[in-house]
């Protein structure tokens, strides 16, 4: 399996753990960078068992030829065990790419930057960032119900919404894009806003990233206590599984299928069921105070290597690798989990990880 990740991804990171020293080969920029970060933290405090990991560069991970047919032939339906920050059932598809379940069913997502420092100078490190918004919340009678919120660019997969050349959303006033290409735009982008204006509003909208990539601002947009309205997206993050739709936020269609037009029914809805969004506000927030913790990533990180480790080690060809943690994994001892691990079983809890965050069903053969 190892050889057959290189092979698909001869720009990937390879880190090397061997009688107790940790070494990488390969560049360590990029998205890399976070795990080398995490891996040498960790290794530090405890050590990792020896193992090698092959790590994605970007924040996505699809090989650089796979819409050729020497591409196909190398990787379509191997079990990759690639490590990278997000998954999706399939990558970006392309009309040269038939059936590629298989490259992303391998994937195990790690943490990413925003985890452990700021990224793009707006923000410190997450528990900071975590903290001081749960210690700053706005009373939900002093915030703004009129509209939706957003504030981001337009480029990507957010083209489907209908964003004017002013950045302006015809969806909602409160929703301002920055619009690409910037040389048809008329007017400055919109300005930063701060997660503090973020948390004013009551109602938030959650778009996926650039495409193809997922937006790691969904963790400090359930901080502010408020209802997160969130399209359906493939990409996801490791947490996301831990999140339940219709209690810490509302899922709404697909940008790619609605164009963002079941929005504003969606606003109405929430408007004239007050209470039920205050729950959903509440929740959210409960789930970044009391879930998404201090050393949450950290300790995922290091079953999920320990768990890969064991499954290697037993020489299996498709080893089941549990690639999230359940809601119980998160609050369980650790030392109650690693005991599992040892003995063959899995964690208390466990079950077999969705590839969405609640919409469509389980990933096929993971």
């Given amino acids: 399996m190892l050889r057959d990740a290189a092979s698909c991804c001869s720009w990937c990171l390879r880190a090397t753990i061997a009688s107790g020293r940790l070494s990488f080969t390969g560049s360590q920029g ?32 699809s090989p650089g030829d796979w819409d050729t047919t020497q591409g196909r032939h190398r990787c379509e339906g191997r079990l990759l065990p690639i490590f990278s920050h997000t998954k999706s059932p399939a990558p970006e598809p ?31 490190d997450w528990d900071r960032e975590r903290r001081a918004i749960l210690a700053a919340q706005r009373p939900w009678e002093q915030r703004t119900n009129a509209s939706l919120f957003f504030r981001g660019s337009g480029a990507g997969y957010r083209h489907y919404l209908p964003i ?23 007017g400055p982008p919109p300005a930063y806003v701060s997660a503090a204006q973020h ?25 502010c206590g408020a209802v997160i309205l969130m399209p359906q997206n493939n990409w996801y993050e490791w947490w996301y599984q831990l999140l339940t739709p219709f209690v810490h936020f509302v899922p709404t269609k697909n940008l790619a299928v609605a164009g963002g ?33 201090l050393d949450l990533h ?41 005991e599992g691990i040892k003995a063959g079983r899995k964690p208390e809890g466990s079950r077999k990880p969705s590839i969405q965050v609640g919409f469509g069903q389980p990933e096929a053969g993971s």
């Fill in 94 to 124: 392309r009309p040269a790419a038939k059936d590629l379940l298989g490259l992303q069913r391998g994937v195990l997502t790690t943490p990413e930057d925003t985890f452990y420092h700021s990224y793009g100078g707006h923000s410190g």
């Fill in 30 to 61: 990029g998205k890399a960078a976070a795990m080398v970060s995490l891996l040498r933290r960790l290794h530090a405090q405890q050590r990792l068992p020896d193992v090698q990991l092959i790590i994605a560069y970007h924040d996505i991970w």
């Fill in 298 to 338: 950290a300790r995922y990180t290091r079953l999920l290597i320990e768990r890969y480790q064991h499954a290697v080690a037993l020489g299996k060809s498709a080893p089941k690798v549990q690639t999230s943690l359940t809601a119980s994994q998160a609050t369980a001892p650790r030392a109650r989990i690693n």
């Fill in 199 to 223: 948390c004013a509003e009551k109602y938030l909208v959650h778009l996926p990233g650039t495409w193809p990539s997922h937006s790691n601002k969904l963790k400090t947009l359930l901080a």
């Fill in 164 to 186: 004017g050349r002013d950045g302006t959303c015809a969806l909602s006033a409160g929703m301002h894009f920055t619009y690409y290409p910037r040389e048809l735009a008329v």
């Fill in 261 to 293: 037009r079941d929005l504003p029914a969606v606003l109405e809805c929430l408007t004239q069921h007050e209470d039920e969004s205050r729950a959903i506000a509440a929740a959210a927030r409960a789930f970044i105070r009391d879930v998404l913790t």
